[in-house]
C-alpha cells in the first residue's frame, strides 16, 4: 500500500526568500527610509511625536508643535499628584516620562549627585567655547525642581549643555514658577525622541497644561544640538565644527 504524498511543503525556502529580500532592503534603500523603517519596527515611547513629524534643526532650540496645544487625551487620573518614569527599552533609552506637578511635589531639600547614571550616548568630553566646558550633561526629563526625582536612570537621558541648561530649563521654570504663584497643578510630559536605533536623543517632546484652570499651556519639541558641534546621535561621538 503506497503512502500518500504530504501536501505541507518546507517553509525554509520562503524563509530563504525573506530574508534575502531583508538583505537587500538594507542595501539598496536609503538611509532615511531604513531609520523610518526601525522607528516603526522598533518604538520605545508612547510619544505623539515621531522624528519623521521634526523638521531638521534650523538655528532655533526648539520648535513648538501642534500650535502648542498638548495631546493629552485624558489617560491620566488628575485628582491626585503622581509620577510615571517608562522602564528602559532593550537598548537601556529612556522612554516617557509624565507627572502631575503640585507644591506637594516639589522638594525641599538640594539636589544630590548623579554621576553614577551613565544613560545611553554618554561622553566626557570638553570644548572651550561651551559654557562649562563640558559638551553633555546628564538631563532630567523631569527636572528635578519640580518632582525631586534625581538619580533615576528612567529620567535621565544624554543632552548636550545648551539643551539642559538653557532650553529645557527655560520650560521647566514656567512650570515651577507657575506652581508657586498659584498653587494649582500642572500635568507633564517629557518624551526623547529617537531615531531608529541612536543611542542619543534627537531632543524631547515637552507638554505641559495646568489643571484647576488651564492658565498654563505649552507643547515644543527641543532639539539636542550644541552650536559648534557635529554629533553623532548613533553613539553619541562629536567633533568641533572647523
Given at each position: ?106 522638594p525641599d531639600k538640594e539636589r544630590e549627585s548623579i554621576g553614577m ?126
Open positions: 500500500m503506497r503512502r500518500r504524498k504530504s501536501k505541507n511543503k518546507s517553509f525554509l525556502p520562503y524563509l530563504n526568500i525573506l530574508l534575502i529580500s531583508f538583505a537587500l532592503f538594507l542595501i539598496y534603500t536609503s538611509k532615511d527610509d531604513v531609520i523610518n523603517f526601525f522607528n516603526t519596527a522598533f518604538p520605545n515611547t508612547n510619544s505623539s511625536a515621531t522624528v519623521l513629524d521634526i523638521p531638521p534643526y534650523q538655528n532655533k532650540p526648539y520648535i513648538i508643535l501642534n500650535n502648542n496645544q498638548t495631546n493629552f487625551q485624558n489617560e491620566y487620573n488628575t485628582e491626585q499628584t503622581f509620577e510615571n518614569y517608562s522602564e528602559l527599552d532593550s537598548l537601556g533609552r529612556c522612554g516617557v516620562a509624565v507627572a502631575l506637578v503640585g507644591l506637594e511635589t516639589m547614571i551613565k544613560p545611553t550616548g554618554w561622553h566626557t568630553v570638553k570644548y572651550d567655547f561651551i559654557d562649562g566646558k563640558y559638551l553633555y550633561n546628564r538631563c532630567h526629563l523631569i527636572g528635578y525642581q519640580l518632582t525631586g526625582e534625581n538619580a533615576n536612570d528612567k529620567n535621565l537621558i544624554t543632552c548636550t549643555r545648551s539643551m539642559n541648561a538653557k532650553t529645557m530649563l527655560e520650560f521647566e521654570n514656567k512650570v515651577a514658577n507657575y506652581v508657586k504663584k498659584t498653587k494649582h497643578h500642572v500635568l507633564y510630559r517629557v518624551t526623547p525622541i529617537f531615531e531608529g536605533l541612536n543611542l542619543l536623543a534627537t531632543g524631547v517632546e515637552m507638554e505641559a497644561k495646568s489643571i484647576e484652570d488651564n492658565a498654563l499651556e505649552f507643547h515644543v519639541f527641543v532639539y539636542n544640538v550644541e552650536d559648534g558641534v557635529s554629533i553623532n546621535y548613533q553613539n553619541g561621538d562629536s567633533t568641533a565644527n572647523s
